[in-house]
């Protein structure tokens, strides 16, 4: 065994053998050998790291999760900008009754300035499906599926700022240069399908989130893991054969490679560095067939595009549509994390191509929910219809909520880090139930509010992970997703 | 006993165990002060003699000599990041083989004096720091200049700086006449104050973030401690307080991340060059002087100059109906660079107030000393006569003679590459001022001074002209606001309660670590270029058991692919365990105090040369023919390993001799020019304007350059010892597919075609070029096939794409 296998800290443990021999500290019957063991390395929460054992050879080989899991698959379907809750679906019927007042305990100043005067929900809230769950008119089609879902209305996050909100979310921490959840989750559980990337970001058409690639980033963890990013426009880059090549150039390319290649292993027989990137080349090969075919949608039936809204409405609608299409069909191939996005940075100017809404919320959220509402309710529909849902987790998150009274008296609603919704669907979880509650207003979680970690922590203990023991060693520290937090929301496992 | 019990033990929260821990944790090796272990008996590299007698302890044989041309290969590319010409690889091998060590030892020192020896060395160096040029965090802002750094580090590798002098400089470089070393300090990620909104504990979260990002930097890059650790609690396995983290950062609370001019010694050329520019620029003005006030365009700031006048009161008078301005000072004849204006002189600022529409804009934001976005914005109401203006009230009477107005200073000039460049959110302005006797006077009319005065002096307009140019060359080669940290007033500090600044507690005096004998004799009172000082005396004291055995761990890594401890920022007693301790702790006593004729103290060269001389370094990689192969940890031969981003990049350059190998400046741009909230865009990753090393190619966190990303480059976010070696498709589709590969086969291509024309000979010369080899007899022969059916370019792509090229033998 290498020195670098062995994790410093169990390392470290194994040096404190004699430390326990010189204070003479008695051990009883416990296991000592399992304590100390060498493959065994200790983290923070006083478990034991399980570290997969990654085949350099084939870092996406499928590995077993920590236990029998609900779900083998998850599909993210991410919102940068902050959705409002009060405005989606966090029934707050009090928001009516002091709308236009200010009642105490509101704070003068929030992320962007004063604050304004209680504002009730812009959209009315209707009762749905047999769960009678109060949604808003703003996304009738997801609302018609509460039945479905898990709603987490208690949720609270660190920072009321968008691209460390979306750095929190994504990756664990509000600061830069962390793992992303798809990079632990592959990384923890390689992929079923060696022909398709093990995680796909698909990014929405216009343009790449706030934090751009640290949602979806590898962070300090080996590059294999970072989510390859395509979406059913844009191919991932460089993967298709440069236009003036002919196939057999190619072929002739790849033949010649591999035979030089070849030659230069008999002087190194057995490395596997040497030979994991022959294996590279032949995977990248499989992956210029594999990846246009699953972005070519064009065969799907018509009733499919219309049910996703591929015909209809905005053009940015018809663009989110197509990509929900290509997620349901990653899904279909096997593709262990696919990360949907739901708008971009702010590029285009305040609100407009996310769901931010500082001001004109009704015009800027109703812009935002037409893009997404039908498209999303169809993909979850569909994943549902094909039986798909038995075996995938469908997240669909943001990074914050919004304020129950106005911003400075505008038009629009400034963020809120203390109370915001999110919600699960699919294997594993309740269906038709709501966890945790906001105050009256949807300013502050308060019952059974749920952390981030909490909530990162639950995902993957649906997938199977305990977040305690996936760990990575970096900097002096086991690190983990959910830092030294979080605790599994066993409420809402079904 | 439950587990979790047990661990509870270790963890130091048992009576017991706290104290057997602590004198443990003191303890622990790397807290020990470097003792020169006896060398083991034989003659030779010491290297050898240490690797050797554990490699005889564990019977484990070693291999032959590595084959000249592998040799040559793998120590260009350790030194210098470039593989060998191939005319050098002849002259080598010829060398070689009549007189091999004679011949090796020049070429190791030639390489040592290769100017490209700095590049790659400043490469690792920018690596441990996560050096780059965006802030990371909202918008993602460039940093104006922070290559003035970059190149302060190729400059020392290259001089061989003495270790200890370089750390000095990175962290008091201000007092040392090396004012763009501090790049250093302000390397990692930040989140500016303006982006986290305007709850004032977001923004006290946000300024303990970013000293986290500078206590890490220090810890890891010069300690090899991870001191992030103790930001909220005791360190769990090192002997490190939440009371030490917080008395380091005191020795830091006088950084904040952003520009300021950096200070350069006499002999500095920038220094030499802005002292010529400066006497041009009296010169154009004292042409203006004799004929009015007049007007200069900085470009970040206009300035306002008249006569001398006594003045208790200063109006401005603006024209435009709306303004912005983030900053406006007031200068006399006397101290020219004391700013009269500012509110914490006692200067006493009003203006129309039901002009301003937003609290967070009022009329004491432009002389609160602030530059950027928190500005003064007035504006008039419609179809009023009435304008903005600023009265300015002095605590007393003021000679003044110039005044200088700003929109947005600082995105001026602490960042670029933006669509919406900050102009002047202001036009024409009148000056008046109040005399001691009470009365008003006008000094000055822009308006009157363009259309008054320069358009009919002709003389005046080509001073006015003369002087934007020289303003604009000073920016350019003097010394100007460069993102190498700007320096505020150190606060007292207190140790924050569970890491948070909502909770602070006791106040600690700036120290380093109390079980590394960190007393630096310092109080809150003293300022923080003297903490600074202190601070760097001690962590480059030889007494320190840190500093040298950190480095000559690196040095180790970069030489021999692994470090004798493998976890490089971390020597604590979470880190891994050096696996020839007396060999890490002779080199360390070495570098510090050279025991062999020749070696100066603290020589980063000398202690290369020395590894590289050694039979270990120039051993065969070959793998053990069968059974078992040994850990390379123990060296037995020379672990082969992929080569990184830059060296696959610069060499392709250099294989289609397209590489521009000028040294240091401006880094070449492959992303567009954005809106401030964008994110970048990655436009032109393969044209002529990217033909330079890739160690110039502009560090962008969050931005994936779409070829070299996917080989493991940072992403510069966390400090880490090392790069992680991933295998993935995309690294295989990029080499194969995207333009930079695709053009430069053909550069190579044509390049041998040209050097040694067609046929067989320019296939040899394309295997010269990427592998530093001629092809064997079978080889040849495929290579003839696939050249005669599909091109010459494509036998380039695939050589490109060989594990050969990617693989240090």
Redesign the interface.
Known sequence: ????K?S??G???L??RD?MR??G?AL?G?GLAD?LSAEDP?N?S?KSSIRPDID?GN?YAPRPPHFVPAAKQVLVIYCPGAVSHVDTFDYKPQLEKLHGQKPPNI?A??????SGNIAKPFWEFKPRGQSGKMTSELLPRLGAMADDFCFFHALHTQ??????GENFFNSGF?????PSFGAWTTYALGTENADL?AFVAINDPR??A?????NF??????????G?DFNSRNP???????VN?TA??DK???D??Q???G???E?????S??A??????E??GK??TSVPEVMDISNEPAAIHREYGTDQGSNLKKEYAKNCILARRLIEKGVRVVQLFNG????GGNGITNWDSHSNILKTHAMQAEIMDQPTAALIHDLKRRGLLEDTLVVWATEFGRMPFLQGNGTGRD?NPDAFTCLLSGAGVKKGFSHGESDEFGFKAVKNSTSVYDFNATILHLMGLDHERLTY?????ERRLTNVHGHVVKEVLA | MNRLYFFSLFLGLHPMGLVAAEQEAADHWSFQMVKRPVLPEGQGNPVDAFLGRRLQQEAVPVNGPADSRSLIRRVSVVLTGLPPQPARVKAFEREFSAEADKAYMALVDELLASPHFGERWAQHWLDTIRWAETNGSESNLYRKLAWVYRDYVIRSFNEDKPYDHFVREQLAGDAMGAGDATGFLVAGPHVPAATVGQQATAIRQARADRMDEIMQTVGASLMGITIGCARCHDHKFDPLSIEDYYAMSAVFQDIEFGSRNPEFSDEHPRKKRSAELWGQVAGQRRILQQTGPWQEDWGGYRELHFSPVDAVAVRISFKSPSVGIDELEVFGPGKVNLNLALASRGTKVSGPEEMVQDGRNRITRINDGEYGTMAWRARAPNKSEERPWALLNFDRAQRINRLRISSNREYYFETDYLTTKPGFSFTNFEVEVQGKDGKWKKVASTWWIENGLNKKQPARAAAVKKLKQLAYALAEEGPRPSFVGRFIKPKITRVLHRGSPENPAQEVMPSAPEILSGDLSLTSANSGRKRRSRFADWVTDPKNPLTARVMINRIWHHVFGAGIVVTGNDFGAAGALPTHPELLDWLAAEFMKPGRGNSRAWSVKDMIRLLVHSDAFKRSSAPRAQGLQPDDALLWRYPPRRIEAEVIRDGILQASGRLDDSIGGRSYRIHNVKKTYAQWQVVDNHGPGTWRRMIYQERMRRVDDRIFTAFDFPDCGQVRAKRPVSTTPLQALNLMNSPFAVEQADYIAERARRESGEGEAAVRRCFQLLLCRRPNADELRECMQVAGEHGLNFVCRALMNSNEFAFLP
């Not at chain 1, 991932?236 to 440069?242: I, Q, S, Y």
């Open positions: 065994m290498s020195a670098e062995i410093p800290i390392r470290g443990l040096n404190r430390f010189n204070t500290f009883g416990l304590l200790v923070f006083g350099p870092p704070p100043v929030t992320f962007e300035g004063p920072t009321s700022a968008h691209p460390q509000t600061m830069e240069g962390f990337p343009g790449l706030r934090s751009g690639k640290n980033g590898s962070g300090f963890l080996p590059a294999s893991f970072q390859t991932p880059a460089n993967l298709n054969r440069p090549f057999a150039d002739a390319t790849v010649l490679l035979r030089l290649n030659r230069h292993l002087r190194f027989p057995g490395d560095n040497l994991a990137r022959i294996a590279s080349y995977l990248a992956m210029q971009s940075d702010p590029s963020h060693y970096h900097n002096g520290l």
